[in-house]
Protein backbone atom coordinates (compact mmCIF):
# COMPACT_ATOMS: atom_id res chain seq x y z
CA UNK A 1 0.00 0.00 0.00
CA UNK A 2 1.94 3.17 -1.19
CA UNK A 3 1.28 6.05 1.00
CA UNK A 4 1.99 9.52 0.35
CA UNK A 5 1.76 11.85 3.31
CA UNK A 6 2.15 16.07 3.70
CA UNK A 7 2.88 18.02 6.49
CA UNK A 8 4.01 21.37 7.27
CA UNK A 9 1.34 23.70 5.73
CA UNK A 10 0.11 26.30 8.18
CA UNK A 11 -1.16 29.87 9.14
CA UNK A 12 1.70 32.68 7.85
CA UNK A 13 2.36 35.88 7.72
CA UNK A 14 3.32 37.67 4.24
CA UNK A 15 7.38 37.24 4.22
CA UNK A 16 7.30 34.50 6.50
CA UNK A 17 8.40 31.07 5.85
CA UNK A 18 7.39 27.43 5.65
CA UNK A 19 9.21 24.01 5.38
CA UNK A 20 6.68 21.53 3.87
CA UNK A 21 7.41 17.90 4.29
CA UNK A 22 6.16 14.85 2.37
CA UNK A 23 7.07 11.04 3.09
CA UNK A 24 6.26 8.24 1.00
CA UNK A 25 5.74 4.59 1.80
CA UNK A 26 5.03 1.58 -0.05
CA UNK A 27 6.59 2.45 -3.26
CA UNK A 28 7.78 -0.19 -5.35
CA UNK A 29 10.73 1.38 -6.77
CA UNK A 30 13.69 1.90 -4.57
CA UNK A 31 13.87 5.41 -2.88
CA UNK A 32 16.48 6.99 -5.21
CA UNK A 33 14.58 5.74 -8.10
CA UNK A 34 11.30 7.68 -8.07
CA UNK A 35 10.96 11.61 -8.32
CA UNK A 36 8.90 13.89 -6.44
CA UNK A 37 6.84 16.73 -7.08
CA UNK A 38 5.20 19.98 -5.62
CA UNK A 39 2.07 20.99 -6.70
CA UNK A 40 -1.31 23.99 -5.62
CA UNK A 41 -4.42 24.54 -6.29
CA UNK A 42 -6.23 27.45 -5.03
CA UNK A 43 -9.92 27.37 -4.74
CA UNK A 44 -11.26 28.62 -7.81
CA UNK A 45 -7.95 27.85 -9.77
CA UNK A 46 -6.63 24.95 -12.00
CA UNK A 47 -3.96 22.72 -9.97
CA UNK A 48 -0.35 24.11 -10.70
CA UNK A 49 3.25 22.76 -10.72
CA UNK A 50 5.28 24.11 -8.29
CA UNK A 51 8.96 22.36 -8.12
CA UNK A 52 10.10 18.73 -8.59
CA UNK A 53 13.28 16.95 -7.88
CA UNK A 54 14.29 14.18 -9.88
CA UNK A 55 15.86 10.91 -9.07
CA UNK A 56 19.44 12.06 -8.82
CA UNK A 57 18.97 15.12 -7.02
CA UNK A 58 17.92 17.58 -9.80
CA UNK A 59 15.11 19.99 -9.41
CA UNK A 60 13.15 22.21 -12.20
CA UNK A 61 11.03 24.89 -11.04
CA UNK A 62 7.75 24.97 -12.76
CA UNK A 63 5.87 28.01 -11.34
CA UNK A 64 7.64 31.23 -12.54
CA UNK A 65 6.37 32.69 -9.22
CA UNK A 66 8.14 30.89 -6.94
CA UNK A 67 12.04 31.05 -8.36
CA UNK A 68 14.01 32.48 -6.02
CA UNK A 69 11.62 31.84 -2.70
CA UNK A 70 10.65 28.31 -3.01
CA UNK A 71 13.59 25.67 -3.11
CA UNK A 72 13.18 21.51 -3.10
CA UNK A 73 15.50 18.94 -1.54
CA UNK A 74 15.45 15.24 -0.18
CA UNK A 75 16.41 12.93 2.29
CA UNK A 76 16.43 10.05 0.04
CA UNK A 77 17.05 7.49 3.17
CA UNK A 78 13.80 8.70 4.69
CA UNK A 79 11.73 9.18 1.48
CA UNK A 80 11.40 12.57 2.09
CA UNK A 81 11.01 14.85 0.40
CA UNK A 82 10.75 19.15 1.38
CA UNK A 83 9.41 21.96 -0.12
CA UNK A 84 11.38 25.65 1.83
CA UNK A 85 9.01 28.49 0.94
CA UNK A 86 10.82 31.61 1.92
CA UNK A 87 9.19 35.14 1.44
CA UNK A 88 5.66 33.71 1.09
CA UNK A 89 3.11 36.11 -0.49
CA UNK A 90 -0.73 36.06 0.05
CA UNK A 91 -1.05 34.66 -3.63
CA UNK A 92 0.88 31.11 -2.64
CA UNK A 93 -1.96 30.33 -0.24
CA UNK A 94 -3.00 27.14 -1.30
CA UNK A 95 -3.90 23.62 -0.38
CA UNK A 96 0.05 22.05 -1.31
CA UNK A 97 0.17 18.42 -2.67
CA UNK A 98 2.74 16.24 -3.30
CA UNK A 99 3.50 13.35 -5.65
CA UNK A 100 5.52 10.71 -6.82
CA UNK A 101 6.64 9.12 -9.97
CA UNK A 102 9.20 7.16 -11.40
CA UNK A 103 12.71 8.80 -11.76
CA UNK A 104 11.63 12.24 -14.30
CA UNK A 105 9.96 15.11 -13.27
CA UNK A 106 7.25 15.93 -14.86
CA UNK A 107 4.82 19.49 -14.84
CA UNK A 108 1.73 17.46 -15.71
CA UNK A 109 -0.08 15.98 -12.63
CA UNK A 110 -1.63 13.66 -14.88
CA UNK A 111 2.02 11.66 -15.16
CA UNK A 112 1.84 11.36 -10.80
CA UNK A 113 1.16 8.21 -10.06
CA UNK A 114 0.47 8.72 -6.37
CA UNK A 115 -0.43 11.71 -4.64
CA UNK A 116 -0.66 12.69 -0.85
CA UNK A 117 -4.18 14.57 0.28
CA UNK A 118 -2.72 17.48 0.70
CA UNK A 119 -1.61 20.11 3.58
CA UNK A 120 -3.06 23.58 3.80
CA UNK A 121 -1.09 27.06 3.32
CA UNK A 122 -2.31 30.38 3.88
CA UNK A 123 -0.52 33.56 4.11
CA UNK A 124 -2.20 36.58 5.48
CA UNK A 125 -1.63 39.87 4.40
Known amino acids: QVQVVESGGGLVQAGGSLRLSCTAS??????????MGWFRQAPGQEREGVLC????????VYADSVKGRFTISRNAAKNTTYLQMNSLKPEDTAMYHC????????????????WGHGTQVTVSS
Open 26 to 35: GLRYTSDNYA
Open 99 to 114: ATRFRLCSGSGRDYSY
Open 53 to 60: INWSGAST
